[in-house]
């Protein structure tokens, strides 16, 4: 099964006395941590490198709809995004991804899809063979500073503004019209589009 909007697949391998790495919990991985590239880039096969946890939640990089990467300075390559993001303790807390660059090779900043949504969207993918996702009905737009000013807000406000309501679903149900800022779900604070 694949799902293009994480850039997620899975594979079945006829192969047996395989050992699978254990799957972290991407959501206790923080900036400084030590973090793990292993794959084979430009076709050497087995090349492991190592770096750091640059940045977590990075959103609005525009490689995948559902950004929201692990970014690290751990070498990724042409062959080896796909591979795994391991901590020290050899737990996979990614998957390697994409990299930003100007000439196709490695620059310092890599991204990788937390372990938690890649269990999530492959468990989804293995049981019924398509991701189910929440859709609360809205179009948001980020707010800007630009945008903030605009609207007489402070030029520090973030959040996402609501650009459009789908008539009867939850958003509407719920109160949100057009013109709402939503600043946080749950208790988590939303500072752009993507994020929300």
Do not use: H
Not at 112 to 139: E, Y
């Amino acid at each position: 099964g694949t799902e293009p909007r994480t850039d997620l697949a899975v594979l079945r391998i006829d192969a047996s006395g395989l050992v699978a790495a254990p799957i972290g919990d991407s959501s206790r991985v923080e900036v400084g941590d030590w973090a793990i590239a292993i794959g084979s880039p430009f076709g050497l096969a087995q090349t492991v490198t190592a770096g750091i946890i640059s940045a977590t939640k990075r959103t609005d990089q525009g490689i995948t709809p559902y950004d929201d990467f692990i970014q690290t300075d751990a070498a990724i390559n042409p062959g080896n995004s796909g591979g795994p993001l391991l901590n020290l303790r050899g737990e996979i807390i990614g998957i390697n991804t994409a990299i930003a660059s100007r000439g196709g090779g490695y620059n310092g900043i890599c991204f990788a899809v937390p372990s938690n949504t890649a269990s999530r969207v492959l468990g989804d993918l293995i049981s019924s063979g398509k991701v189910s996702r929440g859709f609360i009905g809205v179009r948001p737009a980020s707010l800007t500073p630009a945008l903030a000013k605009q609207l007489a807000l402070p030029e520090s406000q973030r959040g996402a503004l609501v650009e459009q309501v789908t008539k009867g679903m939850p958003a509407e149900k719920a109160g949100i019209r057009v013109g709402a800022i939503i600043v946080a779900i749950d208790g988590v604070e939303i500072q752009t589009a993507s994020a929300l």
